[in-house]
T-cell receptor, first 109, second 114 residues
Framework: GQNIDQPTEMTATEGAIVQINCTYQ??????LFWYQQHAGEAPTFLSY??LDGLEEKGRFSSFLSRSKGYSYLLLKELQMKDSASYLC??????????WGAGTKLIIKP | DADVTQTPRNRITKTGKRIMLECSQT?????MYWYRQDPGLGLRLIYY???????NKGEISDGYSVSRQAQAKFSLSLESAIPNQTALYFC?????????????FGPGTRLTVL
């Protein structure tokens, strides 16, 4: 079966750095997405990785290792508005998105 | 104006009632999707459509049906609603596979079945 694992919840301090991990086992791989979802709102796109390595976009970076079935999202200089759920999703061999359950990130002052 | 809209935004209904959730998009995308989201679970795909004449079942299609009336419109129906269909429902669109396939989501419909 297809499976994506993320921690359920993480807590971090404003101004700090946090890393959210995602491991996956899917039928094929055509890329990995990270989305942000504030409570009660729609998911919004953060990043896409299809090749191994680090993609940096402002305060957010995403890393992929296809051989290990592993990705992480790195958030720097945390702000209170970063409190949200972060969803990892893999595009499988049929180009369907398989979603993780999401990691709820709580930012404390 | 939002690119992907959903109506209604909230709905409370009773067991056995027929319900239709509507989705419209102005992004010009060919692909449209219906998901449900439950606490502690990931987004689960109900149905998807790659163009007006193409409808496909997703992971959890039982108890649901869809209609793709036009490129811009994709409706989800619950023929006879039951309480375990209480969830947050999202419509999404994307351009085409083989590319980015980034999905753009509507604001969601919160459905409660009593």
């Amino acid at each position: 079966g297809q499976n994506i694992d993320q921690p359920t919840e993480m807590t971090a301090t404003e101004g700090a750095i946090v890393q959210i991990n995602c491991t996956y086992q899917t039928s094929g791989f055509n890329g990995l997405f990270w989305y942000q979802q504030h409570a009660g709102e729609a998911p919004t796109f953060l990043s896409y990785n299809v090749l191994d390595g680090l993609e940096e976009k402002g305060r957010f970076s995403s890393f992929l290792s296809r051989s290990k079935g592993y990705s992480y999202l790195l958030l720097k200089e945390l702000q209170m508005k970063d409190s949200a759920s972060y969803l990892c999703a893999v595009l499988d061999s049929n180009y369907q998105l398989i979603w993780g359950a999401g990691t709820k990130l709580i930012i404390k002052p | 104006d939002a690119d992907v809209t959903q109506t209604p935004r909230n709905r409370i209904t009773k067991t056995g009632k027929r319900i239709m959730l509507e989705c419209s998009q102005t992004k010009g995308h060919d692909r449209m999707y219906w998901y449900r989201q439950d606490p502690g679970l990931g987004l689960r795909l109900i149905y998807y459509s790659f163009d007006v004449k193409d409808i496909n079942k997703g992971e959890i299609s039982d108890g649901y049906s869809v209609s793709r009336q036009a490129q811009a419109k994709f409706s989800l129906s619950l023929e006879s609603a039951i309480p375990n269909q209480t969830a947050l429902y999202f419509c999404a669109t994307s351009d085409r596979a083989g590319d980015y396939n980034e999905q753009f989501f509507g604001p969601g419909t919160r459905l409660t079945v009593l």
